[in-house]
């Protein structure tokens, strides 16, 4: 089966802009959730996604949304982006609702600049 | 969910066990304890879950004591493979997400 997989693996841009990253969950899998990864504040929780509906929300400004498509997979967009949303960004896929494990991509790295 | 407390970093001889703890004390009846792993550049991996009783798998063990208030991560042959930050998390098993809190780790540095 293959993995989570996410696109762009890198990604530069200029403060000011917006950007969308993807995630494809492994098959079956219908919850996703996103993470934002900084030497400074660690693996801080996003959102997630269960069936097209989000479920939870971290505490991120409202220039952080995302969403669901009928086939699982799941887009982030950043707006209006500044430096500190330089980060990895990583998203993970689970079978079910209050699965045990969670099976997490490789990620996105973001510089903005 | 509860919080968790973890040495910052430990270092292991190649070969040995590497045993990396874990303090829970405010944990509550129905939380888990989960263990995944972060290989430097790579995305967290899930390591091994438990409730109150010790649990083994393929990659570790998994040793909670009789209050729960704390647990320990063996790794029975430590290899340099091994080298990761280690997350300790509670969580109930079953809620309405799958949201993880992710604490600051044990950077674990297997040496040769």
């Known amino acids: 089966k293959a993995g989570v997989t996410q696109t762009p693996r890198y990604l530069i841009k200029t403060r000011g802009q917006q950007v969308t990253l993807s995630c494809s969950p492994i098959?079956?899998?219908?919850?996703v959730s996103w993470y934002q990864q900084t030497p400074g504040q660690g693996l801080q929780f996003l959102f997630e996604y269960f069936s097209e509906t989000q479920r939870n929300k971290g505490n991120f400004p409202g220039r952080f949304s995302g969403r669901q498509f009928s086939n699982s997979r799941s887009e982030m967009n950043v707006s209006t982006l500044e430096l500190g949303d330089s980060a990895l960004y990583l998203c993970a896929s689970s079978p079910k609702d209050g699965s045990y494990e969670q099976y997490f991509g490789p990620g996105t790295r973001l510089t903005v600049t | 969910d509860a919080k968790t407390t973890q040495p910052p970093s430990m270092d292991c001889a190649e070969g040995r066990a590497a045993n990396l703890p874990c303090n829970h004390s405010?944990?509550?009846?129905?939380?888990?304890v989960y263990w995944y792993r972060q290989i430097h550049s790579q995305g967290p991996q899930y390591i091994i879950h438990?409730?109150?009783n010790n649990e083994t798998n393929e990659m570790a063990s998994l040793i909670i004591t009789e209050d729960r208030k704390s647990s320990t991560l063996i790794l029975p042959h430590a290899t340099l493979r091994d080298t990761a930050v280690y997350y300790c998390?509670?969580?109930?098993?079953?809620?309405?997400?799958?949201?993880?809190?992710f604490g600051g780790g044990t950077r674990l540095m297997v040496k040769p």
């Open positions: 998390i509670v969580r109930p098993y079953y809620n309405a997400g799958n949201m993880l809190t």
């Open positions: 098959s079956g899998h219908r919850s």
């Open positions: 438990g409730l109150k």
């Open positions: 405010t944990i509550s009846g129905n939380e888990y």
